[in-house]
Every structure is written in structure tokens, then in C-alpha cells.
């Protein structure tokens, strides 16, 4: 069973979402990783060096969410980059401000981390508050770093970052 391990603030600078929007949820990290676009992010950027220099926990593949009253609205795949990063054609972006982050490390088997339902509730209860925009929306995203993510411990578990933004 997977349990939240750590819930705490970071903060990030300005930064570039580089990706795709989907429907929703389904079967499109494969294409991803069929596609090797997520490659072609990192190249845009320069490497996965150029993001970690400015945001410790970046260079992860990114399940991005828009939600209003939590209900997931948007959703997109893609990595966060670097403010000026050039957008590769046939990819999307979305500009982040300087900001906070509320982040929670899941840990557990890979088939189990992705049930972020209490994260939410740890991040406010570790004292921060979740941004919400004049339109009543929030952002949050499961970041899927390495080796974190990528490489299981001896009992085969992962840890997934999931963040919102906060204030």
C-alpha cells in the first residue's frame, strides 16, 4: 500500500511547461515514449541539466492537471523547462510564474503511487494553501523523476513527487 512519506514546500522559479493536452487520462505515455517525445523536450532544453540547475526536484516527466472543484479539466503530458525555452513545433506550452510548490513523496509499488486522492488534504494540513486563479482553477502534477521514480528500491517501490501550486 502506498503511503505519503513527505509533504513540504519548494520554491520554483519561473519556468515552461512544454507538452501536449489530452481529453484525459488513458494510454498516452506510451506515445510518448514511442515517440520519443520526451526526448524531444530535453533537446529543446538543452539536456534535463538546465531545468535541475534551477529547480532541484525538475527534469521529471510531467501528468499535468487543471482542476476546478476537483475535477480534472485539463490534462497534459510533457516536462517542465526553463522560462525561454523554444517550444519544438507540433508541442504546446503553458508559462508558470515564480511560485511555491506543496509536494508530497508517495511511496510505494508503481501500481500504487498514482492514487494522489489525499495529497491535497497533507498539503494543507502541512500549513500551506493551494493556489486557486481568478477563475477558480488549480494546477497539480505527478513528476516522475529519476531516479526517484525510475529505479525501484529493494522492495520494488518508487517514490512519485505530486505538487500543486501554492501560496
Known sequence: MAEIKKT?????????FIGKKYPGFGP????????GWFDVVEKAMGGTASITAVWENGGGYVGLERRLAGNITEYWLGMFTPAETEVP????????????????FIKGKESEVHNTDSCAEAVVNAGMTIYTDSEGYTW???????????????????????CYYVI
Do not use: K
Open 140 to 162: 497539480s502534477f505527478e513528476n516522475c523523476t529519476c531516479p526517484r521514480y525510475t529505479t525501484p528500491d529493494e522492495n520494488g517501490e518508487v517514490i512519485l513527487d505530486y
Open 8 to 16: 513540504f514546500r519548494e520554491s520554483v522559479p519561473a519556468m515552461r
Open 28 to 35: 498516452w505515455w506510451g506515445e510518448w515514449f514511442e515517440n
Open 89 to 104: 513545433e507540433g508541442f504546446e506550452y503553458i508559462d508558470f510564474a515564480e511560485g511555491g510548490l506543496g509536494t508530497c
